[in-house]
């Protein structure tokens, strides 16, 4: 685990990378990352996130700015940008279930091969999609999720990389830190004594990256 700039942290997204970003409608985001990757302008990116926040907000402003190709989410109603690139078909979107979502994230996390749901069946959802039949009962294939990169959020971080947080700013950001290739977490406060092991939320050996927050005023 290393300790690097925001600015540093977006340079290790590359162009055609997937991305996990954590958050719901800002919440328990990782707002200078993102904020320095929209300054960096890296194109073509997948965007794997529970929503696509405000059209002027966090990772909403990616949308905006069109660097993001595919998107992968559950509701994109509070971006009005998000809508219009999907209607004039310049950005390919894939609406999600938020309960799936975060089931295909957690197969990718546990080594699943998959997970069988029956949300969706007879509708939209299932084209394309493998059905597979459990005592009877038919449910559809849903394949994990994993991304190239994570940028997640934690509020505390120790100096063994493992993470803590306060209130529901965990959101997606655990399942996200533990189904990525390269993981940054940006934090609000980096302790100086380890983290009570029973209050570990995300075990730092699955840390790549830590922003410090404090420092990029």
Known sequence: MKIISA?????????????????????GTAHKTIEELVNLGTKNLTQISNDTAMADYSYGKLITNKQISKLIATHVGTNKETGRQMS???LEVTLVPQGTLAERIRASRSGLG?????????????EGKEIIKVDGKEYLLEKPLRADVAIVYATYADRYGNLAYDGTTRNFNTLMAMSADLVIVEVEEILETPIN??????????VDYIVDSRKEQ
């Open 7 to 27: 600015k540093e942290a977006a340079k290790l997204v590359k162009e055609g990378d997937s991305v996990f970003i954590g958050g719901f409608i800002g919440c």
């Open 88 to 90: 004039d078909g310049s």
């Open 197 to 206: 092991p029973n209050n570990v939320v995300v075990p730092g050996v699955v």
């Open 114 to 126: 998959g997970i069988l749901i029956s949300t969706g069946l007879g509708t939209l959802v299932a």
